[in-house]
């Protein structure tokens, strides 16, 4: 049994992979943490743990996950995430972090978008970013993965085949994203309350999100050079799911169809994400960690539509997936019933 522990479970992150760790027939979760509660039980946290899974929230040293735990998920917001796995990784502890801190290739990028120095800049670049779909060979007995962003995997999925294969110009991409109030975490702060966001969309950002320069990043890998990307992401009062509308140029000649036969190239043999002929919504992807991804002709651009549920394949769905690599699991084991 792969013994797993949580950095950070009280969160809605933390919660999910709690949820579908038990379902997991190789796991056992042996740690959960939390400085704020720490000495409650983890049910008190979340309730829908009650006779489920009985386990104290601790503020646990590094070497003592290090002695219970066989990999660890960090569910710590960023900067604060790190810090703990510098630690973690010295010991010899795997590491699956799902805050951003290992996403990026150097150090300057992240500390222009997040504002202080990283404390291992070696490891940006170096550190295998876990989107199973497009980098399933450098995930096998790594040490530490990046687990994507929600956001970033709705864009990334449907735009790295289509650039690789030169398909659709990187220099004239748009990428409009709704989300739920999940994508936000479990945050006490004013435009939170169900008064303020009930019943509104509202706009979360325009050029200025953090998952911006992560899309940019990695899919620059893809497009061999920086694609330019226009990024907008909008909150919708729901409680989980991201659907994503891409608008992209065509190279010269170029058709809708061929768009679609190049994704279903590259996803065919993958377990999760399906490219559909119906048009993508949140519902179809509700709770499960598949990605829906259609293609559209609209005018003088094509539209890629994409559906995944933010706290499933969009964090810990995709970091359960990422463990069973690293273990040299069945990639789906777990996930599907």
């Known amino acids: 049994m792969i013994r ?54 601790e503020d646990l040293t590094p070497e003592l996950l290090n002695e219970r735990c066989d990999v660890v998920f960090s569910c710590l917001p960023h900067g604060a995430s790190a810090h703990r796995i510098t630690q973690l990784l010295k010991l010899g502890c795997k590491v699956i972090d799902l805050s951003p801190d290992y996403r990026l290739s150097d150090a300057a990028l992240y500390q222009s978008w997040y504002g202080e120095k990283h404390p291992e800049p070696m490891r940006l670049g170096n550190t295998p970013y876990g989107l199973p779909e497009l980098f399933a060979d450098q995930l096998h007995h790594t040490q530490l993965i990046a ?32 989300g739920s109030w999940s994508t936000e975490g479990r945050l006490h702060k004013f435009s939170n309350l169900f008064c303020e966001a009930s019943e509104s969309i509202t706009t979360l950002s325009i050029g200025s999100h953090r998952e911006l320069p992560e899309m940019v990043d990695v899919l ?16 919708v009062p729901a409680e989980r799911g991201i659907l994503s509308t891409l608008y992209v140029r065509s190279r010269s000649g170029v058709t809708p169809n061929q768009l679609r036969e190049c994704l279903h190239t590259y996803f065919y043999q ?8 119906n048009l993508p919504s949140t519902r179809f992807v509700h709770r499960t960690n598949y990605v829906d991804i259609s293609v559209r002709e609209n005018g003088d651009r094509i ?34 019933p």
């Open 4 to 57: 797993v522990g949580i950095l950070g479970a009280t969160g809605y992150t933390g919660l999910e992979a709690l949820e579908w760790l038990l379902r997991h027939p190789k796991v056992q979760i042996v740690a959960a943490t939390s400085r704020q509660a720490n000495g409650n039980m983890l049910s008190d946290a979340h309730p829908r743990l009650v006779g489920r899974l009985k386990l104290l929230l």
């Open 147 to 178: 687990n994507p962003g929600s956001y970033a995997t709705s864009a990334i999925l449907p735009l790295a085949p289509l650039l690789k294969e030169k398909l659709i110009d990187p220099d004239d991409v748009i990428v409009d994203s709704i």
């Open 220 to 235: 620059c890998r893809f497009a061999g050079s920086k694609p330019r990307i226009s990024f907008t992401a909008h909150l």
């Open 270 to 277: 993958t377990s999760f994400v399906r490219i559909v002929s």
């Open 303 to 336: 539209t890629l539509v994409c559906a995944l549920d933010n706290l499933v394949k969009g964090a810990a769905g995709a970091a359960i997936q990422n463990m069973n690599y690293m273990f040299s699991l069945d990639p789906t084991l777990g996930l599907v």
